[in-house]
């Protein structure tokens, strides 16, 4: 068998990778960003209601029995969780949807990324509409 050397990759190649690296940093960065931000269910929670029920928790647990302990600890650690995401430094969504924009039809092209997949995903319409992405793709 004839050993295999390194490969020689023309310039055109290595930006042709690198651009297809960065259209799927952007593809996923806008992707991860509206899961990330996507509307819950419910009244929204503030810092101030957080602390407000964690105060409650700190009452509650001197007088709980063993059960009622556990689930008091794990809402703690949710609501200190939430509260830790909610101040969070806010994620720039108009950036994350220009570099989408820029690099959604090469995307799709390449891909086979059809206009009801990335709607299934949660990306508006009219997003892939300003990506030039069609309904027929």
Not at 131 to 137: K, P, T, Y
Request: aromatic share 4%.
């Amino acid at each position: 068998m004839a050993q295999r050397g390194p490969k020689n990759i023309t310039p055109q190649h290595k930006a042709a990778m690198a651009a297809g690296r960065s259209e799927g940093r952007a593809i996923k960065n806008y992707l991860e960003a509206l899961e990330s931000n996507k509307p819950r269910r419910g009244r929204r929670r503030t810092p101030e209601s957080i602390a407000t029920r964690l105060e409650k928790i700190d009452q509650e647990m001197s007088s709980a029995d063993a059960m009622k302990r556990l689930n008091l600890i794990q809402e703690r650690l949710d609501l200190l969780a939430e509260l830790e995401h909610l101040q969070a430094p806010k994620v720039d969504m108009a950036a994350l949807e220009e570099q989408f924009v820029i690099a959604a039809k090469g995307y799709s092209d390449r891909k086979g990324i059809s206009w009801t997949a990335w709607r299934e995903v949660g990306v508006p319409g009219s997003v892939l509409e300003r990506a030039g992405v069609s309904r027929s793709s």
